[in-house]
């Protein structure tokens, strides 16, 4: 494998970490990471091949043993909830952890997590079980007033709640108390999308308009295009092609097919297509810094 492990990806958001998919290993990389495993709240599987979940009983097993008390939730395909169940039946395991099972299903987009500072949700990819991808979307919060402005005006109470809400007011002297006059702009709300493993499809683009950052699988190179339909994988060409059409930031590449010892190749055919792409590395993090509009 070329020293590559099989898929997990930690989404960190403010003091909250998620885990996308749990492939083989997961554990043993998170702790060579040195990921707090105790803050990871949620786990989200996108599918069932064994490259994507077969660390999952390993991990929460962990969790047991290492005395755990925070809920966790799954988020996963219909069956996961089976093979989990007979796995801690026939281990007479009962978890110390509360654990929450939420199915996920590859029809439709669905929002899985619906939070004040970002929603999560699923949405159907294409692949040859049922499969899903991850899509994280910031919300805006209460935007912050510019002090010295909203103490020369003595405004209202009422007129700072609308102000913080980002609506203009008018206060009953008729006087318009305005957003952009009294509040400081916004920070841009960051978007991170998650394609485990998919074939080229091009109904995935409204999901993924304009993401600030998109992992897309890149399996194989252009020469094993036919392979890649086939299998319901994609080339790197087409993880590029998507990022364009979908008018994404940055494309991080991955889970590349084993035949490839060397990457570069890889990586320059999808920036043929689109000029920031990245080749996923492990243990790296790709930040999404706050910018203001
Ligand atoms: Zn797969
Ligand atoms: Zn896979």
Redesign the pocket.
């Known amino acids: 494998m070329h020293g590559r492990n099989h898929t997990a990806q930690v989404l960190r958001f403010g003091q909250e970490f998620f885990l996308l998919d749990c492939g083989e290993g997961t554990q043993h990389q998170l702790q060579r990471f040195k990921i707090k495993t105790s803050k990871i709240s949620s786990i989200f599987i996108s ?1 069932l ?1 064994g ?2 979940y077969l660390g999952l009983i390993g991990l929460l097993s962990s969790f047991h043993l290492s005395k755990r008390t925070q809920p966790l939730t799954l988020f996963g395909p219909k069956g996961l909830d089976d093979i989990l169940t007979i796995h801690f039946r026939w281990s007479h395991t009962q978890l110390c952890y509360p654990l929450t099972f939420v199915l996920t299903q590859d029809q439709e987009k669905r929002i899985l997590l619906d939070q004040p500072g970002y929603s999560l949700s699923s949405f159907p990819l294409s ?3 049922p ?1 899903t991808g991850f899509l994280f979307q910031e919300k805006a919060g209460p935007r912050s007033l510019i002090k010295e402005k909203v103490m020369e005006n003595a405004l209202s109470v009422e007129a700072l709640q609308h102000l913080r809400r980002g609506e203009d007011y008018q206060e009953s002297s008729g006087k318009w108390c305005r957003v952009k006059e009294f509040t400081h702009p916004l920070p841009k709300l960051r978007s991170y999308a998650f394609c ?2 998919t074939a080229f499809d091009e109904r995935l683009i409204p999901y993924l308009q304009g993401v600030d950052l998109l992992y897309h699988e890149a399996t194989f190179m252009d020469a094993e295009a036919k392979r890649a339909v086939d299998t319901y994988h994609s080339t790197a060409k087409q993880a590029a092609t998507l990022a364009l059409r979908a008018e994404v930031g940055t494309l991080l590449l991955g889970h590349f097919s084993s035949r490839y010892a060397e990457l570069s190749n890889l990586l320059a055919e999808a920036q043929s297509v689109f000029s920031n792409s990245l080749l996923s590395e492990e243990g790296k993090t790709y930040a999404l810094p706050l910018h203001h509009e």
């Open positions: 599918h091949h490259d994507h692949h040859r079980i499969t485990s493993d």
